[in-house]
């Protein structure tokens, strides 16, 4: 899924608890491409720009990509390393760190929205991982699909929130 619409899902699982949370789901939710791709992208500021221009199209090509990248993807977007990150966050907070459920809810997005053509997501990394040929994200249908969801999902906690606070307090 792409990185807006992560970060948006994020946001939406804990917005309910006021506006630090929402952000805390909102930049939890992007990280893990924010530190993959992510870094790529700030290190490589003239591809952007040729991506911007229309010069190239489609995500950078492999050839392109340092090896950092691929490492910071398997990291990032593994189910295992997400629960010794969880398990350990917990045990240093005493308390279940429950913002850290946008970044499983990222992996799991990721699983069925990446064709197994271009980063398929390493979901049991460093083990073998059955990689899912899934619905690319990048595909117009998708993308109008997920932001519609997204927009009915943001509506219904915004008339929720209204209607909370419309009702008499004791
Ligand atoms: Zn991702």
Known sequence: MDVVAHGLWGGALFCRRGRRQFFGGLIIGMAP?????????????????????????????????????FYAYNLTHSLVMWAIAFSFLWLFIKRPPWLFGAWLLHILCDIPTHATSY??????????????????????????ANYSCLIVVYTGIFLYSRKKESLPRN
């Open 119 to 144: 980063f398929p997501t390493p979901f049991l990394w460093p083990f073998p991982t059955p990689f899912v040929n899934g619905i690319s994200w990048a595909t117009p249908e998708f993308l109008l």
């Open 33 to 69: 491409d924010l530190l993959s791709f992510g870094v790529f992208h700030v290190t490589h500021p003239r591809w952007i720009l040729l991506r911007l221009a229309g010069e190239i199209s489609g995500p950078p090509a492999f050839s392109i990509l340092p090896a950092y990248v």
